[in-house]
């Protein structure tokens, strides 16, 4: 089983994961080029109870276009986005793949709210491709 660990900018928060991600995707959405202060937002979902942290977070409460709450966790020291959830995935907590030590080991299968994508995005690669939210 692969184990993954990450953590904030300062250093104050930091994660294991020990499981395998439940998928891996690329966010268009506004809320996540927002929150990211970026185009797009590569995330890594897991099941939530394989993810240990430790540190303080802060969670923001949104609601995403389904009405339901979303919850984005970040780090109060430093600002590091660490984790998404959405009420629509209960058990699943996204972590932000750029909070991982190693960044590089992701490999996105899947882009979501392209339709919100900025026209000068182009990722490279083959990986799935939805205008919104998948069915």
């Known amino acids: 089983m692969t184990t993954f ?4 900018l ?7 994961v020990s499981a395998e991600p439940v998928f891996t995707g690329v966010c268009h959405c506004r809320d996540c080029q927002r929150a990211t202060g970026s185009a797009f937002a590569p995330v890594l979902g897991f099941p939530k109870d394989a993810v ?5 977070l802060r969670t923001y409460e949104g609601s995403g276009d389904s009405g339901q ?3 984005r966790s970040f780090c ?3 600002g590091s986005g660490i984790s ?3 009420a629509v995935m209960p058990g699943v ?3 932000l793949a750029g909070s991982l030590d190693d ?3 992701v490999q996105p299968s899947m882009e979501i709210y392209c339709n919100s994508a900025q026209p000068w995005v182009n990722l490279a690669g083959e990986r799935q491709r939805f205008p919104g939210m998948p069915g």
Do not use: F, K, Q
């Not at 660990?5 to 904030?8: D, I, L, Q, R, S």
């Not at 300062?10 to 294991?16: A, D, F, I, S």
């Open 93 to 95: 907590l996204m972590i």
């Open 76 to 78: 109060p020291n430093c």
């Open 10 to 16: 300062c250093g104050r928060v930091r994660y294991t």
């Open 52 to 56: 240990r942290i430790a540190g303080e």
């Open 84 to 86: 998404d959830e959405v």
């Open 103 to 105: 960044p590089s080991a």
């Open 69 to 71: 709450a979303t919850y």
């Open 5 to 8: 660990a990450g953590g904030c």
